[in-house]
T-cell receptor, first 116, second 114 residues
Framework: DQQVKQNSPSLSVQEGRISILNCDYTNSMFDYFLWYKKYPAEGPTFLISISSIKDKNEDGRFTVFLNKSAKHLSLHIVPSQPGDSAVYFCAARPDRGGGSNYKLTFGKGTLLTVNP | GAGVSQSPRYKVAKRGQDVALRCDPISGHVSLFWYQQALGQGPEFLTYFQNEAQLDKSGLPSDRFFAERPEGSVSTLKIQRTQQEDSAVYLC????????????FGPGTRLTVL
C-alpha cells in the first residue's frame, strides 16, 4: 500500500506562474516531510522540508504547506522557471523519538514542466 | 569528492549473473542508505548503515541481495543470481549523522537484467 501518494503524475505550467504540487500520506507516524527534485540521470536533490510542528516553511521561491489533520502537504513554486522542470518527490519519515526515523518513504513523483 | 558517487552508472547483466554496485559516500558521513527505484516509482528503502554496522536490512527483497560497508566508508550492494525483476535504478545516499534530516543521493546505477 502506498503510504505517500502523489496523485498527479505530471503538471504543466507557464513560466512566471505558480506551480502547486500535492502529496497525501496515510501513516500517522510520519512527522517530518521532505521534497526532493530529480533531473534525468541524476540522483534526487533535497529541496525543502517541514516538521509536523509547523504548517508552513518557506525558502526563496519554494514554500511547503502542511495540513496535518488532512494528512496533506503541498509544494508551491513562485514564480516558476523553466529550470524548475524536473520530477518532484514527496517523502516522509516517522517521529524522531520512534524507531526507523531515518527511513524515508517516497511517493511516485510528479513531473513538472515549466514552459517558456 | 564533493558528492556521493556510484559506479558503474549502467550495468547490463544476463539473468543468473552476480553483480556488485559500489557507492562512495560524502567523506565523513556516518550514515549510508541504499534505495531501489523501479521504473515509474519512487525510491524504496533497502538497507541502512551507521558506520560499518548494518542496522536495518528490512527492505532487501530477498536473500539474493547483500550489502556491506566493511570500513565504514565505501559500500557495495551485491545481487546474486540476478532476475529480470531486479532491473531498476539503485540509489545510494549518505547523511552526516544518524539524526540529520538531509540525505544526499548519488546519481544511481541503472541495472538492466536480460
Amino acid at each position: 500500500d502506498q503510504q505517500v501518494k502523489q496523485n498527479s503524475p505530471s503538471l504543466s505550467v507557464q513560466e512566471g506562474r505558480i506551480s502547486i504540487l500535492n502529496c497525501d500520506y496515510t501513516n500517522s507516524m510520519f512527522d517530518y516531510f521532505l521534497w526532493y527534485k530529480k533531473y534525468p540521470a541524476e540522483g534526487p536533490t533535497f529541496l525543502i522540508s517541514i516538521s509536523s510542528i509547523k504548517d508552513k516553511n518557506e525558502d526563496g521561491r519554494f514554500t511547503v504547506f502542511l495540513n496535518k489533520s488532512a494528512k496533506h502537504l503541498s509544494l508551491h513554486i513562485v514564480p516558476s522557471q523553466p529550470g524548475d522542470s524536473a520530477v518532484y518527490f514527496c517523502a516522509a519519515r516517522p517521529d524522531r523519538g520512534g524507531g526507523s526515523n531515518y527511513k524515508l518513504t517516497f511517493g511516485k513523483g510528479t513531473l513538472l514542466t515549466v514552459n517558456p | 569528492g564533493a558528492g556521493v558517487s556510484q559506479s558503474p552508472r549502467y550495468k547490463v547483466a544476463k539473468r543468473g549473473q552476480d553483480v556488485a554496485l559500489r557507492c562512495d559516500p560524502i567523506s565523513g558521513h556516518v550514515s549510508l542508505f541504499w534505495y531501489q527505484q523501479a521504473l515509474g516509482q519512487g525510491p524504496e528503502f533497502l538497507t541502512y548503515f551507521q558506520n560499518e554496522a548494518q542496522l536495518d536490512k528490512s527492505g532487501l527483497p530477498s536473500d539474493r541481495f547483500f550489502a556491506e560497508r566493511p570500513e565504514g566508508s565505501v559500500s557495495t550492494l551485491k545481487i546474486q543470481r540476478t532476475q529480470q525483476e531486479d532491473s531498476a535504478v539503485y540509489l545510494c545516499a549518505s547523511s552526516l549523522t544518524y539524526y540529520t534530516d538531509t540525505q544526499y543521493f548519488g546519481p544511481g546505477t541503472r541495472l538492466t537484467v536480460l
